[in-house]
C-alpha cells in the first residue's frame, strides 16, 4: 500500500484548489493547472487540502491513488515555485542560442538544429554552454528538456553532448594499443 497517498496535499494560502468530479484544479500566482485523476481514485477536498483514496481494494487502485497525489502535489508545487532543468553541453564547438522564439543549437552536425519552443515554457540560455527550461507543468518541463538532449545524448568517451546538470556519464577506457 502507499505510503505516499496517505498523506493529503495541503493548499497553501494564495493557492485555490477545486474538485470537481475527477478533475483538480489549482490556480497559483505562476498560472492554472489540471489534472484528471483516474476513476479508480477518489478525490475529496476539505478543511484546505485534497485528500485521495483507492476506490476499490484491487492492486490497480493502489498503484493509482500515490501516482494521483503525487500529480496534485505537481500542481501546487507548479503554481507556486514552478519547475525548472539545467542542461549543459560538453563538447568542442557545441554551443546554444535563442533565435526569436526558437533555440538554436550546434551540435557537431554539418546544420545547426532549430527547436521550437512549446507554449507554457521558458528557456533562457545564460551560457552558450548551458540551457534552462522552465515552466510550471513538471511533465511538459521535463519532456522538453528530454527532447532537447535527445539531439546529441553524451557519449560515455569524451562525454561530448549535452546532459542534465545532475547527471553522472560513466566514462569508458577506450582502445588500448
Not at 511538459?140 to 538532449?149: L, S, T
Amino acid at each position: 500500500m502507499s505510503r505516499v497517498g496517505k498523506k493529503p496535499v495541503t493548499v497553501p494560502s494564495g493557492v485555490t484548489a477545486t474538485v470537481e468530479g475527477q478533475t483538480v484544479k489549482m490556480k497559483g500566482p505562476k498560472g492554472q493547472l489540471q489534472f484528471v485523476v483516474h476513476d479508480d481514485v477518489d478525490v475529496k477536498f476539505e478543511n484546505g487540502s485534497v485528500s485521495v483514496s483507492p476506490r476499490f481494494e484491487t492492486n490497480r487502485a493502489r498503484a493509482l491513488y500515490g501516482t494521483a497525489r503525487a500529480q496534485i502535489a505537481n500542481l501546487v508545487e507548479g503554481v507556486t515555485k514552478g519547475f525548472e532543468k539545467k542542461l549543459e553541453i560538453t563538447g568542442v564547438g557545441y554551443r546554444a542560442a535563442m533565435q526569436g522564439k526558437k533555440l538554436q543549437l550546434a551540435l557537431g552536425y554539418s546544420h545547426d538544429v532549430l527547436y521550437d519552443i512549446p507554449e507554457g515554457i521558458t528557456i533562457t540560455v545564460p551560457k552558450p554552454t548551458e540551457i534552462t527550461v522552465a515552466g510550471i507543468d513538471s511533465q511538459k518541463v521535463g519532456q522538453v528538456a528530454a527532447e532537447i538532449r535527445e539531439y546529441r545524448p553524451p557519449e560515455p568517451y569524451k562525454g561530448k553532448g549535452v546532459r542534465y546538470s545532475d547527471e553522472f556519464i560513466f566514462r569508458k577506457e577506450g582502445k588500448k594499443k
